[in-house]
């Protein structure tokens, strides 16, 4: 669904396009005071103390996803001719819902209960026992969510030029690379682009943490680094190493914004706290495609092993079939990993001979390498 614009001169009833979004208590009162809700679309709303506007609006074909309501309204409403997804009880997550997480969403209850008693590990919970049992309305629950957090980001990156760092989940905290992996990210948002990872730990942790570092001196992100290397991996210690992040985010709040991507496909891997956006999945292949569509101002590739692989290539392929010059810089960091570990810049190269495409990879031996490599990538993208 995608949003459509509308006066604030007091429109005529109907005046807002079908699909209209609804997404807040404001919105609604002011959509609600031309006398028409018809059409649109409400999300995640708690309407029980807005009883009197919905029977007295006309609400022909609007449609309610996860609406709380009054017995009476709701009978109004569906007899006008709504469609009414009510909420689902007892779920862990809000599968209508109408934003992206953060990470207090995420790890409510971390300080108290610890990790296994958060929203992000119940989700992972019941994501495991319903895949496993096959239930057909678990499948439509996870879609519905799905699909929301896409419609979701969508509106989050509006406008923004997106750079998707993409690496390894094993980096750890204390390592040189991580703290290469934050300057880069650091980096990218002063240069006025969004940093986009897949959301979990290690080089994309890294990442997410330069963004959040970028407002601040040089030395915030020093002393961060040094505070959360007390807690190098995320395995055994996960609440510890969680915690470790928040109390980097109380010393320093308010910092620079960047969007993580994770999945619970991969719940071992606990979304990081850095990404002030956070666009959680159910789908890998949705999470995966979805940030890579977005990158629309290049993707950097990090060391990393087999997910880092698949995304190259998921990368890769729109590039080697576009019949025009391809607009996505592809960016590789460190020759050794890949032309000997994982060699897949060999591959790369020879996918790309003789396309469009090959004027628009490169590999760099470094971090430092990648902002003049994305910029004179981007030039020739032009």
């Known amino acids: 669904m995608r949003r459509v614009s509308a006066s604030t001169e007091h429109p005529a009833p109907d005046a807002y396009a079908p699909g209209h979004e609804i997404e807040t208590l404001g919105e609604f009162d002011r959509v609600a005071a031309t006398g028409s809700l018809a059409g649109c679309r409400l999300q995640s709303l708690d309407l029980t103390d807005r009883t009197f506007a919905l029977l007295s609006v006309r609400t022909t074909g609007t449609v309610f996803l996860g609406c709380r309501m009054e017995p009476d309204a709701a009978?109004?409403?569906?007899?006008?001719?709504?469609?009414?997804?009510?909420p689902i009880p007892h779920l862990p997550f809000d599968p209508y819902r109408?934003?992206?997480?953060?990470a207090g969403e995420l790890y409510a209850g971390l300080v108290s209960e610890g990790y296994p008693a958060t929203p992000d590990a119940r989700a992972y919970r019941w994501y495991q026992e319903t895949r496993k049992n096959g239930d057909v309305f678990a499948s439509m629950l996870r879609s519905v969510h799905d699909d929301a957090v896409s419609d979701a980001l969508d509106e989050r990156l509006v406008g923004e030029r997106v750079v998707g760092l993409m690496g390894g989940h094993a980096l750890e905290r204390d390592s040189a690379a991580f703290?290469?992996?934050a300057r880069l990210g650091r980096h990218l948002s002063r240069a006025g682009f969004t940093v986009a990872t897949g959301g979990g730990p290690g080089a994309m942790e890294a990442a997410n943490l330069g963004a959040y570092a970028a407002p601040f001196d040089d030395t915030m992100l020093d002393e961060a680094l040094a505070r959360l290397a007390k807690t190098p991996v995320f395995g055994p210690s996960l609440t510890d190493w969680a915690q470790a992040g928040f109390d980097v985010l109380d010393a320093w709040p308010d910092g620079g914004s960047s969007v993580g991507i994770p999945t619970w496909f991969y719940g071992h891997e606990p979304p990081n706290v850095f990404a002030t956006a956070i666009a959680k999945y159910f789908v890998n292949a949705v999470r995966e495609d979805g940030l890579l569509a977005r990158s629309t101002a290049g993707v950097v590739f990090l060391p990393g092993a087999a997910g880092t692989v698949q995304e190259i290539f998921d990368s890769a392929t729109p590039n080697y079939y576009a019949t025009a010059s391809p607009t996505v810089p592809l960016v590789l960091v460190d020759r050794t990993h890949w032309t000997e570990r994982f060699p897949a810049w060999p591959l790369l190269q020879a996918l790309a001979d003789g396309r469009p495409m090959s004027s628009r990879i490169t590999l760099v031996d470094s971090v430092t390498e990648v902002p003049e490599a994305l910029e004179r990538l981007s030039r020739t993208s032009d």
């Open 98 to 102: 109408a934003s992206l997480y953060d």
């Open 75 to 86: 009978a109004k409403v569906g007899a006008d001719g709504a469609l009414v997804f009510p």
């Open 179 to 181: 703290a290469d992996a």
